[in-house]
């Protein structure tokens, strides 16, 4: 197991208000809305989650990033656990020809407004029991979704991610290295369910077997 951080770029453009975040608004009531996974998650004001996610093009170096460095190739199957609206697997598509392509994600929502070009390698369903056999992936990733499940569905989920790739695999989750991003992520967050720090999510992924690499949000 590596920690590989492909998002830093990308998480570090935005400007975060923390204190704002549970100031302004009523943030219980915003973390409710945004666990329904809904308009008001994706598309509604930034106080309910994204603020509007939108396709820009800025998943394109990483999908070239992530490709090179796990020497994905042509053919490949790839399977993105949590995919919301499958920008990044659109990408995918776009730098390696003729990948076979799949996508997971509870949310109803954002999987009728993924990339058109996307929709139909997509399906409605639980990162804890995913419909697939034994190693039938060339390259398993999720991004900022395990964080999300209680600890009793996160086992079965980092199990099951386990069962149905490869060597090639990745879990991006939302974490602190100290007490400020700990506070910073306390404010910031609205859907966490599983708050660990860096060495409490290394040792559950060596506990639950996982073999594949990680990488860490941080809210600096």
Known sequence: MKELNFLNNYH??????YIGRVTETDKALCAERAAQWGFDYWDGDRHFGYGGYHYDGRWLPIAKQIAKHYKLQPGDRILDVGCGKAFLLFEFQNVLKQPHLFGLDISI???EHAKPEIKQN???GNANKLPWPDDYFDFV????????????SLKEAIQE???VGKKKKWICVESYRNEREKVNLLYWQLTCNSFFSVDEWQWLYKE???SGDYGFIFFE
Do not use: A, P
């Open 109 to 111: 929502y954002g999987l």
């Open 141 to 152: 990733y999720s991004i900022n979704t395990f964080h999300n499940l209680k600890v009793s």
């Open 161 to 163: 991610m386990e069962r």
């Open 208 to 210: 639950w077997g996982y």
């Open 122 to 124: 997509l399906i409605l």
């Open 12 to 17: 570090n453009t935005t400007k975060r208000d």
